[in-house]
């Protein structure tokens, strides 16, 4: 069992790739920068396709069962709408957090194939944010919401493309963490984001595909 965690080098994503470790799970982290010490790191930056095709030739032939993709950007945080918003702002958080999930499914689609044929499930799971919904618009951050709902929106799309093959899509609100992006006064650790996260993904079958869920299992509103 393979799991792959994307941008894991920090944040949500290091405490799922150590809390996958934590249970014995074969898991590999990616990064974009510099790998981190030891072993199970691949290198991967999301908005390059080059880069996803070379990973997945790297992993040639590795079934994957369950593909999270957490690499992401909240490139407007703090930005107002007087404060000129430049459109490399848009074009950065669509790369990351759109082009970034579909290319990294994209090229490694045929490790989860393998994994789906072996197992008869694999899994997608897409972070996102509560900041998706159509069912919030307070205002503000509009690149980083934009985005995060075509993720939803992709996500959605791929649950019903990849139904078929045995490949479920799940679409998650990850809290509101205390990490880089989220700051130091958000309200929950990365560690217990990442194991309510971990129970939800182990939830996500053929059943559930299409969801958009929380942390903690509570279905969230498109
Ligand atoms: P962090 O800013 O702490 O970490 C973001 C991670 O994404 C880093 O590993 C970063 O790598 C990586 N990343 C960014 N761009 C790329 C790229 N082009 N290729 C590969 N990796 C990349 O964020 P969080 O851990 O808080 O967020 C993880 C996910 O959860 C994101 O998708 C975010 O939008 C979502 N989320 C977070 C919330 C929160 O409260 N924290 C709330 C709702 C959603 P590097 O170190 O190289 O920059």
Redesign the pocket.
């Known amino acids: 069992m393979t799991i792959l965690i994307?941008?894991?080098?920090?944040?949500?994503?290091?405490a799922l790739l150590d809390g996958y470790r934590g249970t014995g799970a074969d898991a590999i982290g990616?990064?974009?920068?510099a790998l981190p010490e030891g072993a199970g790191w691949q290198a991967?930056?999301?908005?390059d396709p080059a880069s996803a095709r070379a990973l997945a030739a790297r992993l040639a032939g590795q079934p994957i069962t369950t593909l999270i993709c957490?690499?992401?950007?909240?490139a407007d945080k703090g930005q107002r709408l007087e404060d000129g918003y430049p459109a490399e702002i848009w074009a950065e958080s669509f790369?990351?957090?759109v082009t970034?999930v579909f290319l990294t499914v994209q090229a490694l689609l045929p490790n989860l194939r393998a994994a789906a044929a072996a197992k008869g499930l694999a899994r997608i799971a897409i972070?996102?944010?509560?900041?998706a919904s159509h069912t919030r618009a307070p205002g503000g951050s509009y690149a980083y919401r934009a985005s995060?709902a075509a993720a939803l929106n992709l996500g959605r799309n791929l649950a019903t493309d990849l139904r078929a093959e045995g490949i479920a899509v799940g679409i998650y609100?990850?809290?509101?963490?205390q990490?880089?992006?989220?700051g130091s006064g958000?309200e929950i650790a990365?560690d217990v984001a990442a194991a309510g996260l971990r129970t939800r993904f182990a939830a996500l079958d053929m059943a559930t595909t299409g969801c958009f869920e929380t942390w903690d299992g509570t279905p969230h509103a498109y």
Do not use: C, F
Not at 6 to 14: L, V
């Open positions: 994307t941008g894991a080098n920090r944040g949500i994503g290091r990616t990064a974009r920068g991967l930056d999301v908005t957490n690499a992401g950007v909240y790369a990351v957090n970034g972070i996102s944010s509560q900041m995060k609100h990850p809290g509101w963490v990490t880089e992006m989220g958000a990365p």
